[in-house]
């Protein structure tokens, strides 16, 4: 056989191979406002990836020129970066292939839609199609409601006090809605819990990745955290969070000790 026909054949059977391992493996969509949004969560990433799953990354640098219509979204593939242009799928279409929805930010406008059933942006659109399918959207719960192109424009980091509340209320809106909110630096633990499956994990979450475990912590992620949460070794839990996990039937153990 000749030399070309067999690194053919080799090259041909390493793709196979691994488009096969892509296939078994899950898949999440981050969104993130523009390129340099996406920096502080290379940890997260390398978490994920440890866990089996791929991820892609959705650049909105142009947001507000990326209307539906003709403009579509194109997918370089896992781990690849994904650009807003007219020769891809729609954004209705592209949670069909993911198995969760992430975006670290949400802004005021966009929370809005969401929470009345609009569309009208990219990013109202990729939610409204992914709770649609019946897929996980998670979004970070510590921000401001302020685009990040809007803070640096107004050189403000909050909103006015009536619009945090308004903002307040799409939140808990959205998650009437059946989407997940989780601090910014807890995403990558949210996804892993929703996609990788309890036997898998080996006992090794829910993990409690801070130092002072709280109430209001308990409270928000209760139907997530099953009848065990796991602590680091030195957390401490306030008495109103042992009161919480009492009432919720949720027992603590200490990485190390039981």
């Not at 391992?21 to 990433?45: G, H, M």
Request: hydrophobic share 45%; aromatic share 6%.
């Amino acid at each position: 056989m000749d030399v070309r026909e067999i690194v053919e054949s080799i090259t041909r059977e390493i793709l196979q191979a691994m488009k096969g391992e892509q296939a078994a493996r899950p898949k999440v969509l981050f969104i993130f406002c523009d390129s340099t949004a996406q920096e502080a969560f290379t940890d997260q990433f390398i978490k994920l990836k440890n866990h089996g799953i791929f991820h892609d990354i959705l650049f909105l640098d142009g947001e507000t020129s990326s209307w539906l219509g003709m403009h579509r979204i194109e997918c370089g593939g896992a781990g690849k970066i994904i650009a807003a242009d007219e020769y891809a799928p729609a954004p209705l279409e592209v949670p069909k292939e993911y198995d969760a929805i992430v975006m670290p930010e949400i802004d005021l406008d966009n929370a809005a839609r969401v929470a009345a059933g609009m569309k009208g942006s990219i990013k109202a659109e990729l939610i409204f199609s992914a709770l649609v399918l019946a897929k996980p959207v998670i979004i970070g719960e510590d921000v401001p409601g302020l685009k990040r192109s809007d803070r640096r424009c107004l050189q403000t980091l909050t909103l006015p006090v009536p619009y945090q509340r308004l903002f307040e209320r799409h939140r808990s809106e959205m998650k009437e809605l059946g989407i997940h909110f989780a601090p910014q630096k807890d995403l990558a633990d949210l996804v892993i819990q929703k996609l990788v499956p309890a036997e898998q994990l080996s006992g090794q979450t829910p993990l409690f990745p801070g130092k002072l475990l709280t109430a209001d912590w308990v409270k928000a992620r209760a139907g997530d955290l099953g009848k065990t949460i796991v602590l680091q070794p030195g957390c401490i839990v306030s008495p109103l969070a042992y009161d919480v996990l009492k009432e919720k039937g949720i027992s603590v153990h200490y990485l190390g000790k039981g």
